[in-house]
């Protein structure tokens, strides 16, 4: 079964550091454009940060020198590094991407999206 699953969330105080990361498991040939969005309680979900199978980022303008966005090819996981947390970044975070998987002898490009881990960021 192909599947991105995230972990790494948790409750850290405010100025902390998290690192989230997102992997992708079944019958994986590659994991293409990636990346991470986050939802908050009572709204809509946003976009975090991107990467693309070249390794070029972008990120939301709120999260801009405190979150990098990274990738590991050969084990088929893109990260999340989160510093200077503020409370306001308390949400489900999730991760999505197209991942080229073996289905029999044929390659497949579907989109994915992870189950979420929550970031809740205390004052």
């Known amino acids: 079964q192909v599947q991105l699953v995230e972990s790494g969330g948790g409750l850290v105080q405010a100025g902390g550091s998290l690192r989230l990361s997102c992997a992708a498991s079944g019958w994986i040939f590659r994991i293409n454009d990636m990346s991470w969005h986050r939802q908050a309680p009572g709204k809509q979900r946003e976009l975090v940060a991107t990467?693309?199978?070249?390794?070029?980022?972008t990120y939301a303008d709120s999260v801009k020198g405190r979150f990098t966005i990274s990738r590991d090819n050969a084990k088929n996981t893109v990260y999340l590094q989160m510093n200077s947390l503020k409370p306001e970044d308390t949400a489900v975070y999730y991760c999505?991407?197209?991942?080229?998987?073996?289905?029999?002898?044929?390659?497949?490009?579907?989109?994915?999206w992870g189950q979420g881990t929550q970031v809740t960021v205390s004052s």
């Open positions: 990467i693309s199978r070249g390794g070029s980022t």
């Open positions: 999505n991407g197209d991942l080229t998987y073996w289905r029999g002898q044929y390659q497949r490009t579907d989109g994915y």
